[in-house]
């Protein structure tokens, strides 16, 4: 017995080190892997990526970085196990960017990166599909930390990614505040960034991440703009610009920059005249618009892209006058949807920054999903638990939507001032009625006297089919609710924001290999006795 012992441990001596060496030269594939596990870490000498960038229908952008220069091999194809194509560039740099082209319309491809003999995992991409056809689209930002003192990125985030990843999507769009601030130390800059992009890359293997401008990810403030930060975290066509427009199957998509130095909050001047001509030239019918501040916030009231009520309104009409299907912003840290003469106004600001409460709720962490086929638009919001929070579909055919906001955040809500009410679509008829007296078809100012106060509204549309909704108003105490920034922070450090080490997961595989084998032996032993 003493002898069968022996020899079994004998026999796990040996056995071990060809575990060790199995699993070590095993690389992690993303296909098989459990989902929302996400623990490979990029081999050696790649500090970023490899992501897909620039998608278009026939072409993409493969980016990576690795920390000595290097030459760039990328093998790619139409099945897993046959990269049958390949691009090369025997040029020795750090900062690798081999585009291919010639590639299928809707397809998947794979692809893996190799430099001076070091390969990364193979990973996917889709094409962009053909115009008009369905593609899904995610949208989510305001993922910032909370504290500047350890600029760790939340665990609602990097747990976003990985759901975002699951849902395998076209195409990704960032809504902005991606760090909590950049500053003249420029280690701290890097640091605060590449926590950022160590985890918003394992998105960036599988699908193209364009980012707007969040008034965090600049310090046009104090005069220094230092956008190379951003401009390094998102690939950018050749003339880098905080501002721009591309086309996607089909959908015009136009990206503007709310923070622009010295008007921040506003989109006006030249960028003003670019969007117009912008929205104009194109030739989609389909189109959205992303910025980092909304026009109807709901926290950062008269603090966002309403700061200017002329340019607000103008804003507003250029969008109903070119048939802008979507505009989704950030800023607020929550979900909200809003649809205003047409147009749907999301605010989707829940990805990790902590959340904001406010009158109309939405403080959920969350990511946008938007199905886009033929002329049909879905949009879901979806929160950490993969509960479906809110859902609105495209072509709305449902009675005229209305909503009311009081300003809040600056004590607007004083008695004289307007109540701001808005229309899923231009009504063709509106009463109001104010504490139940006669309908009115003029909106006038709250009661004078301070006391709680009801608010009839009641819209028509063309087939004559009515709305109502009724409001309710404290107008004695103009600060009355007050929103309260919630204490919610991330939930789990342990790891400082990063997935759990590669080795604390091996060595429980390895010890459970282990321990089958001697049970297995030793059992084997004793029959043979
Ligand atoms: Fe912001």
């Known amino acids: 017995m003493r002898r069968s012992v022996s020899f079994s441990i004998a026999f796990v001596l040996f056995l071990l080190p060809l575990l060790l060496g199995l699993v070590e030269t095993t690389s992690p594939n993303p296909d098989i892997a459990p989902e929302g596990s996400f623990t490979e870490a990029a081999p050696a000498h790649f500090v970023r990526g490899p992501t897909v960038n620039l998608v278009t229908n ?58 001076s003999g070091t390969a990364s995992d193979v990973y996917h991409f889709k094409t962009a599909p ?33 759901l975002v990843v699951a849902e395998e999507p076209h195409i990704v769009i960032m809504t902005g505040d991606y760090v909590l601030g950049v500053t003249d130390d420029h280690s701290h800059n890097l640091d605060a960034w590449e926590r950022f992009t160590n985890i918003t890359d394992r998105l960036g293997h599988y699908a193209p991440i364009y980012g707007v401008l969040g008034n965090h990810d600049t310090s046009a403030y104090t005069g220094t703009l230092r956008l190379e930060y951003f401009f390094d975290a998102f690939e950018m066509y050749d003339e880098p610009s905080p501002y721009f427009s591309f086309d996607y199957a089909g959908v015009h998509f136009t990206l503007l920059n709310s923070e622009e130095q010295y008007i921040e909050g506003r989109i006006t001047g030249a960028q ?46 250029l969008f109903e006058d070119k048939n802008v299907t979507l505009f989704a912003a950030g800023h607020d840290h929550l979900f909200d949807r809003l649809t205003v003469n047409g147009v749907v106004h999301i605010i989707t600001g829940g990805a990790g920054a902590p959340l904001y409460s406010t009158p109309w709720g939405g403080a959920f962490y969350h990511y946008l999903k938007v199905d886009v086929r033929s002329g049909q638009v879905n949009f879901t919001a979806i929160d950490l638990s993969s509960v479906v929070r809110e859902q609105y579909q495209l072509p709305y055919d449902g009675p005229i939507e209305i909503e009311g906001r009081f300003l809040a955040n600056n004590s607007m809500k004083r008695n004289g001032t307007l109540p701001q009410l808005y229309f899923s679509e ?88 282990v321990a089958a084998v001697v049970v297995v032996v030793i059992l084997v032993r004793l029959k043979r006795k």
Do not use: C
């Open 130 to 162: 053909a115009d008009g056809t369905e593609f899904k689209m995610i949208v989510f930002g305001d993922n910032r930390p909370a504290t500047d003192t350890a600029p760790v990125q939340p665990q609602e985030y990097s747990d976003l990614v990985d």
């Open 272 to 317: 003003y005249d670019w969007l117009v001509d912008d929205l104009t030239n194109t030739t989609n019918s389909m189109k959205f618009v992303f910025a980092h501040q909304p026009l109807y916030p709901l926290r950062h009231i008269r603090s966002a892209l309403d700061r200017n009520m002329t340019e607000m309104k103008r804003l507003q009409q």
């Open 58 to 115: 026939s072409s993409a952008l493969i980016f990576w970085r690795t920390d000595v220069p290097m030459n760039a091999t990328v093998d790619y194809g139409l099945e897993k196990l046959n990269l049958n194509l390949t691009v090369s560039n025997s040029t020795v740099v750090g900062d690798h960017r081999i585009t291919l082209t010639g590639l299928a319309v809707g397809s998947r491809y794979y692809y893996q990166v190799t430099s």
């Open 426 to 513: 231009i009504p063709a008829e509106v009463l109001y009625s104010w504490d139940g007296g006669s309908n009115s078809t003029t909106l006038t100012g709250f009661p004078d006297e301070p006391d709680e106060h009801t608010l009839d509204v009641y819209a028509s549309d063309s087939e004559s089919l009515w709305s109502h909704e009724r409001f309710v108003f404290n107008t004695y105490n103009p600060d009355w609710p007050t929103p309260t920034t919630s204490t919610a922070t991330p939930t789990d450090t342990t790891f400082n924001g990063y997935p759990p080490p590669m080795d604390f997961v091996l060595v429980l595989g390895i010890v459970g290999v």
